[in-house]
T-cell receptor, first 109, second 114 residues
Framework: GENVEQHPSTLSVQEGDSAVIKCTYS??????FPWYKQELGKGPQLIID?????GEKKDQRIAVTLNKTAKHFSLHITETQPEDSAVYFC????????FGKGTSLLVTP | SQTIHQWPATLVQPVGSPLSLECTVE??????LYWYRQAAGRGLQLLFY??????ISSEVPQNLSASRPQDRQFILSSKKLLLSDSGFYLC?????????????FGPGTRLTVL
């Protein structure tokens, strides 16, 4: 089955800096790659996704890139703000959604 | 628009007691429904999924069970809770066609077994 690896497990940046979270997947049939943000005590919230026919997608300060050949995808957050602090999950699916173990992002003022 | 509800929000139960967590989805029909558990740490473990009424697939054998009595209702149950059942239980839904469907999560239920 699909195996999704996510790095780093924790990330601390200063406000205004950029943050990058990377994921790799094993199943070349995976064709949909969402990212979720989970704040403490809440359910994960879908923040951006990318499909296999696209290499990059951007939504304001958030961007995701996909390299299907290398089977990795990344989340980029620019101009980070304290409210970006949360746990971020990547996932990959052909049918079932397979999650990475999460990255705890801390943005310090 | 679609919304997903879970209740209760928090629950404290003694070991050996029964469990019933409920999830309902509004604004869509014939959704795929999922139960995940998030134990200490951050990982999301898929427990059950359902593609229709009465259709349940189990991903992890354990003392939990799931049922789907109605199209937009998904219930997680246990006859006797274990300490290891403590965790954050999340219900999720997505569409029923193709493989590009976005999956949305509910607010979760925090279960503590004492």
């Amino acid at each position: 089955g699909e195996n999704v690896e996510q790095h780093p497990s924790t990330l601390s940046v200063q406000e205004g800096d950029s943050a990058v979270i990377k994921c790799t997947y094993s199943d070349s049939a995976s064709n949909y790659f969402p990212w979720y943000k989970q704040e403490l005590g809440k359910g994960p919230q879908l923040i951006i996704d990318i499909r296999s026919n696209v290499g990059e997608k951007k939504d304001q300060r958030i961007a995701v890139t996909l390299n299907k050949t290398a089977k990795h995808f990344s989340l980029h957050i620019t101009e980070t703000q304290p409210e970006d602090s949360a746990v971020y999950f990547c996932a990959a699916r052909e049918y079932a959604l397979n999650f990475g173990k999460g990255t705890s992002l801390l943005v310090t003022p | 628009s679609q919304t997903i509800h879970q209740w209760p929000a928090t629950l404290v139960q003694p070991v050996g007691s029964p469990l019933s967590l409920e999830c309902t989805v509004e604004g869509t029909s014939n959704p795929n429904l999922y139960w995940y558990r998030q134990a200490a740490g951050r990982g999301l473990q898929l427990l059950f999924y359902s593609v229709g009424i009465g259709q349940i697939s189990s991903e992890v054998p354990q003392n939990l069970s799931a049922s789907r009595p109605q199209d937009r209702q998904f219930i997680l149950s246990s006859k006797k809770l274990l300490l290891s059942d403590s965790g954050f239980y999340l219900c999720a839904w997505d569409g029923t066609s193709g493989s590009y469907n976005e999956q949305f999560f509910g607010p979760g239920t925090r279960l503590t077994v004492l």
